[in-house]
């Protein structure tokens, strides 16, 4: 049972109100759910609004951020718990040890990486919690058809790929990552295909 979510999603509000109302309505749906939601503690951009709206509606939110973006007044002042860490590399760790499963929204460089970390640890078993694409107005589309690439020039197992589940529907999308189960690599055989390659 999922009982907290790690939200991912950009500093900027992005172009379209779609993606507002995709954060509030996320936001929303975890707190009536009593999802806790972890993310990254700013007050900018669809991060805030995801908070706020989660808090309305009696949410628990736990912020975590390095304190050098804390020094440049980004952080939110009014969430339920604020996490502070040295560095963006300790920022996700601790979200990645907090958390039960994973939600990318729209966002950008830092919320690309945030993806492909949980993406590798799960990748190589050093955990199995649940990634989810929020493809809010096909958003993810052409991240999702460059990651099938990847499958077919056999940079990226059809496993791991697979592993990664995407949903426009905020609901349908919780519900996906609350049936999960991870589909198994053998690593043996894994490394042995590897090999087979050089």
Known sequence: MIKSVCVFCGSSAGSRESYKKA??????LLAQQGITLIYGG??????TLIADEAMAHGGHVIGVMPTSLIDKEVAHSGLNEFIKV???????????????????MPGGVG?????????????????????????????WNKLLSF????????????????????????????????????????????????????
């Open 86 to 104: 040295d560095s963006m590399s300790e920022r996700k760790e601790v979200m990645m040890q907090m958390a039960d499963a994973f939600i990318a």
């Open 147 to 198: 990651l099938d690439h990847t499958v077919a020039e056999q940079f990226v197992r059809l496993e791991h790929r697979a592993n990664l589940i995407a949903e426009e529907d905020e609901a349908l999308l919780l519900k996906a990552l609350e049936e999960y189960t991870p589909i198994e690599v053998d690593h043996q055989s894994w490394i042995s295909g590897l090999r087979s390659t050089m």
């Open 42 to 47: 700013s007050n900018l951009g669809l991060m």
């Open 111 to 139: 919320t690309l990486d945030e993806i492909f970390e949980v993406m590798s640890s799960n990748q190589l078993g050093l955990m199995q919690k649940p990634m989810g694409l929020l493809n809010t107005d096909q958003f």
């Open 23 to 28: 954060a509030r309505n996320l936001g929303r």
